[in-house]
């Protein structure tokens, strides 16, 4: 490589890698500047300067004018300085620049230019992708499923690889190479091997990001998610609220024929989205949680942040849910502790069933008619 083909080779990185020319050339002069201690011993006073059109290298050693040379390399005597450069008048102490680039220099430069540039575009890469992916912290990506480490999963990111860690999986969910997933960015961290990248597909978050995509009224501010409670890979509860009265916001998160929703469940694979209306009155609020359930009364104390609901009796199953995950959910997401109790165990009326017909009430709440 010549000088003219090193300042061709390092306009090109510049133009497709977006790597400053004048970085590089940095960074080769100060390892030529290294190199140099093979010839001098040492090379505090040696300079190293490659013209930023030609490509030129030039080697300067910065003398210092003196009466009589002790060190020969850092020092010039007045009548050794008087006769390399007639022209000019030194005096002690002045520094004097001397030419001293080594015949075989030129070699040495394309090999120290060859390294550096090649560790050069590492670095800068390594540094491009970890500021595009720390922009993408807390936001949801797609991503392509690569292979299995142990319990944990590889995936592709597109520069770089991300690990879903098998606590951040979704319970049940089954991934194959290949699969393009959706996945929320936790943390990027930066590494010696590059940025470490680390995603979920349990996070609540990634619900909250998913709407946000799918919802346009989100995305404006018309409809803002307040709270989210989620069990990853089985049922959501997602509290909007609206900042236009003319705006429904569970409408809004349904779309046309439960299309946005519906968008939003396949991609998480067959979860259950319960999307409720928030409100600032923690009464209301609880009642809606606990909703498909119908309740009868809601008791708050806010200080102790505690909440006694009565529900009738045929409703208790459906208000607890199987496995307490309805009350649960409904107890993340508005932050009290919510204890449930039905009417006939308050001593109130039991809420007949139906009509006179016989039948029963499956674990869901639902009346299945005749046995």
Not at 253 to 258: A, D, F, I, K, Q
Not at 291 to 314: F, G, H, L
Request: aromatic fraction near 4%.
């Amino acid at each position: 490589m010549d000088a003219k083909e090193l300042i061709e080779a390092l306009n090109l990185l510049e133009k497709e890698k977006g790597i400053s020319k004048d970085i590089l050339l940095e960074a080769i002069e100060n390892s030529l500047i290294a190199a140099c201690k093979n010839n001098y011993g040492k090379a505090d006073n040696i300079k190293v300067n490659i013209d930023r059109k030609t490509g030129e290298v030039v080697v300067w050693a910065e003398k210092r004018v003196v009466e009589e040379v002790e060190d020969e390399v850092e020092e010039i005597s007045l009548a050794e300085a008087a006769i390399k450069f007639p022209a000019e008048k030194y005096e002690i102490g002045d520094i004097v620049n001397i030419e001293v680039t080594p015949k075989n220099f030129g070699r040495i430069a394309a090999q120290k230019a060859k390294q550096v540039v090649v560790q050069k575009i590492r670095e800068e890469e390594r540094k491009a992708i970890y500021t595009q992916y720390s922009e993408k912290q807390r936001e949801v990506v797609t991503g392509v499923v690569q292979r299995y480490l142990g319990n944990n999963l590889s995936v592709n990111l597109g520069k770089c690889e991300a690990i879903l860690m098998e606590s951040e999986q979704i319970r049940g969910e089954v991934y194959r190479p290949n699969d393009r997933i959706k996945v929320y960015v936790m943390e990027v961290k930066e590494t010696t091997k590059g940025p470490r990248v680390t995603v979920s597909r349990s996070h609540p978050e990634l619900v909250k990001r998913l709407f946000e995509e799918e919802v346009t009224e989100i995305r404006d501010g018309v409809v803002e998610i307040k709270a989210v409670s989620r069990d990853a890979g089985s049922r959501t509860k997602m509290a909007v609220k609206s900042n236009d009265a003319n705006v429904d916001p569970v409408g809004a998160c349904v779309g046309v024929n439960g299309s946005r929703v519906n968008a939003i469940v396949n991609e998480l694979r067959g979860e259950k989205i319960d999307i409720i209306t928030w409100s600032d009155d923690p009464e209301v609020l609880i009642e809606n949680a606990l909703s498909p359930a119908k309740v009868v009364s809601v008791t708050v104390d806010t200080e102790e942040r505690t909440a006694q609901v009565i529900v009738p009796d045929y409703q208790l199953s459906l208000a607890i849910g199987r496995e307490g995950q309805n009350a649960r959910l409904a107890a993340r997401l508005t932050g009290y502790k919510i204890d449930i109790k039905s009417e006939l165990a308050q001593g109130g009326a039991a809420k007949p069933k139906k009509k006179a017909n016989t039948g029963y009430y499956d674990d869901m709440g639902n009346w299945m008619g005749e046995e």
